[in-house]
């Protein structure tokens, strides 16, 4: 079955550079979200989006945006980086937006920032 | 907003035996706790879930349980293999006031089988 696909799988950036990740949903799902994970911890929801719109916000820097396009496909955008943004980004879909619609998640991206 | 607590944070077993790892959340709203598996380097995958309307449910070696007046749930592997090795995260959906809601994670267990 398909699963979510995300690109990059890993990314190397220097400090105060720009990074896009991006983000392939299931077929037919219509609702993504975006986690961080640093070493050692679990998921922490940052934003997601359904059918097109943001429905949630988590803890989310500023300096990081994103969006879902008309295909579904999601991309967080992530300016001004810093040592700390290191971590592990997941990609996670789901066939609806309530909480009781499974998410599904990607492989991840790792990104490190030099 | 929904607190997650998951415990114990590394568990040790022989192959063969039983793992039990519990969670408790704080929002009594919530009602759908989800366990997910994930492998080094790899993304978290969902194993087992549980809809507040149910109190136990099973999937062949994997069952979860939850008692939603004591607000907490649990995962319990039987017959454990080293392959169920890995860290587990249970989690809990958290409405928060929005129009939708989010999971919100464990703090996750090493889970460690050994031949």
């Known amino acids: 079955a398909a699963g979510v696909i995300q690109s990059p799988r890993h990314l190397i950036k220097e400090k105060r550079e720009t990074a896009t990740l991006k983000c392939y949903p299931i077929p037919r799902h219509d609702t993504v979200y975006w986690y961080q994970q640093g070493p050692g911890q679990d998921p922490q929801f940052l934003i997601s989006?359904?059918?097109?719109?943001?429905?949630d916000k988590g803890s989310i820097p500023d300096r990081f945006s994103a969006q879902q396009f008309s295909d579904y496909h999601s991309e967080l955008n992530m300016s001004s980086l810093e040592l700390g943004d290191s971590a592990l980004y997941f990609c996670a879909s789901s066939l609806g937006p309530e909480g009781t619609d499974t998410q599904y998640f990607g492989p991840g991206t790792r990104l490190t920032v030099l | 907003g929904e607190n997650v607590e998951q415990h114990p944070s590394t568990l040790s077993v022989q192959e063969g035996d039983s793992a039990v790892i519990k969670c408790t959340y704080s929002?009594?709203?919530?009602?759908?706790f989800p366990w997910y598996k994930q492998e080094l380097g790899k993304g978290p995958q969902l194993i087992i879930d549980i809809r507040s309307n149910v109190g136990e449910k099973k999937d062949q070696r994997i069952a979860v349980t939850l008692n939603k007046t004591a607000k907490h749930f649990s995962l319990h592997i039987t017959e454990t293999q080293p392959e169920d090795s890995a860290v587990y995260f249970c989690?809990?959906?958290?409405?928060?006031?929005?129009?939708?809601?989010?999971?919100?994670f464990g703090q996750g267990t090493i889970l460690t089988v050994h031949p």
């Open positions: 929002d009594s709203a919530s009602n759908y």
């Open positions: 989690a809990a959906w958290d409405a928060g006031g929005t129009s939708y809601g989010k999971l919100t």
């Open positions: 989006f359904y059918e097109k719109m943001q429905s």
